[in-house]
């Protein structure tokens, strides 16, 4: 079964700053999906960016891009120029390939904290 | 292009009785998931329908839970009887088609918080 884990239960970071949230997966699985999600007070799950395991290149978004280590499990989310509507649980998740395993998988999540 | 909507947002019930939750999908959205999200904790899927067949409720405890989606469009989930741990947030989601090459992206609804005392 694959597992996301994200060591980080809360970050802050200065408003226009930059930062990174971690995450890192395991899975017996060679193609899958990997995505973050923002989850804002209102509960809605917001895409922010994702990833296809096969594409080499890492994904970017605006001010929101990736780093994707394959090798390593690795996928952390790196936020430039920080604004103060960022401020939500950021959520890593996992989805594998193939039909009949496209549920989510998440991690327990990043709270981040945008200081004025 | 109208979201994923939910109903109802809040429910408080006590344990044993029964609830229900509705979710509405995006128009021509063919898959629909059920998470369960614990407070502090990530969203686990509780149920994955394709049109109006299940592909996967492996973590639908079925003694309690059941779900259905007739007619392959709405979903109802319900509890029956709660238990204090079933307090959490249920979402529902929806994608275009679970088949590679589609859109595999799904979109969430706003959730109903359920408070079980």
């Known amino acids: 079964a694959q597992t996301v884990t994200q060591s980080q239960p809360e970050m802050s970071v200065q408003e226009a700053e930059t930062v990174t949230l971690s995450c890192t997966y395991d899975t017996s699985e060679s193609d899958y999906y990997l995505f973050w999600y923002k989850q804002p007070p209102s509960r809605q799950m917001i895409l922010v960016i994702r990833q296809e395991a096969y594409k080499q290149q890492n994904a970017t978004e605006n001010r929101f891009s990736v780093n994707f280590q394959k090798a390593a499990k690795s996928f952390s989310l790196k936020i430039s120029d920080s604004q103060l509507g960022d401020a939500a649980m950021y959520f890593c998740?996992?989805?594998?390939?193939?039909?009949?395993?496209?549920?989510?998988?998440f991690g327990t999540g990043t709270r981040l904290t945008i200081i004025p | 292009e109208a979201g994923v909507a939910q109903s109802p947002r809040y429910k408080i019930i006590e344990k044993r009785q029964s609830v229900a939750f509705w979710c509405n999908p995006i128009s021509g959205h063919a898959t629909l998931y059920w998470y369960q999200q614990i407070l502090g904790q990530g969203p686990k899927l509780l149920i994955q329908f394709q049109n109006n067949g299940v592909v996967d409720d492996s973590q639908l405890p079925k003694d309690r839970f059941s779900a259905e989606r007739l007619k392959g469009v709405d979903s109802t989930l319900k509890i029956q009887p709660a238990k204090l741990e079933d307090s959490a947030v249920y979402l529902c989601a929806s994608s275009l088609n679970s088949d590679r090459g589609k859109n595999y992206e799904q979109y969430f609804g706003p959730g109903t918080r359920l408070t079980v005392t």
């Open positions: 998740a996992y989805m594998g390939f193939f039909f009949g395993n496209e549920k989510l998988t």
